[in-house]
């Protein structure tokens, strides 16, 4: 495994507009026209920036995987990314909407620094092939060495055995026209 860098910015992109085209909590956050490609791009070029920013960026040694992680002591607002998030992404009819859904996950974040595991994602020509799984216990080695726990959330049911396999439970479970499981790993357990 790899820490990515700036100028893996386009290929990470990639992989997680691919992998995420279909995946409905993206397509709940990103407005529905005819630009939807091009919004999902911009959602990851938002998430690689602030991944980079203020969490780490994780690529298989082939770079046809990515794993994008947040510190939340360490993150911050960036009025103008997340303005262009807003125009270029959401579409600014549905920002209050956006922030609700956020705004919600976020009260079921601990007041303690955490992990958050924003976005995994192999590249869909590739998957099954264990890439995923090399990376996921990358964030939770990187994680365990910081004694963090981790939480994610998940809309596609599929990911759920894979996610408790790897010692994440479901806490929450959020009604938004699809349903979103919100998971947490406690920091300190041993696989």
Request: some cysteine; hydrophobic content about 40%; overall charge positive.
């Amino acid at each position: 495994m790899i820490k990515a860098e700036i100028k893996d910015k386009p290929r990470v992109v990639e992989i997680l507009s691919n992998s995420f085209k279909a995946n409905k909590s993206v397509n709940y956050v990103v407005k529905q026209d005819s630009k939807v490609d091009r919004r999902i791009n911009r959602l990851m070029e938002y998430s690689f920036d602030m991944c980079n920013a203020f969490g780490e960026i994780w690529m298989d040694n082939e770079k046809n995987g990515c794993a994008l992680i947040l510190w939340s002591d360490q993150k911050r607002m960036v009025p103008l990314w997340d303005a262009k998030l807003a125009f270029g992404s959401i579409g600014i009819t549905r920002a209050f909407k956006v922030l609700k859904r956020e705004a919600f996950i976020k009260q079921n974040h601990p007041n303690e620094p955490f992990c958050y595991l924003w976005f995994i994602g192999v590249d869909p020509k590739i998957q099954r092939k264990g890439i995923g799984g090399k990376l996921i216990k990358e964030v939770l080695k990187v994680c365990d060495k910081k004694n963090l726990s981790i939480y994610l959330e998940t809309s596609t049911l599929t990911n759920i055995p894979w996610y408790q396999k790897n010692g994440f439970e479901i806490f929450e479970k959020i009604d938004l026209g699809y349903e979103l499981f919100l998971l947490k790993r406690d920091k300190g357990i041993d696989q």
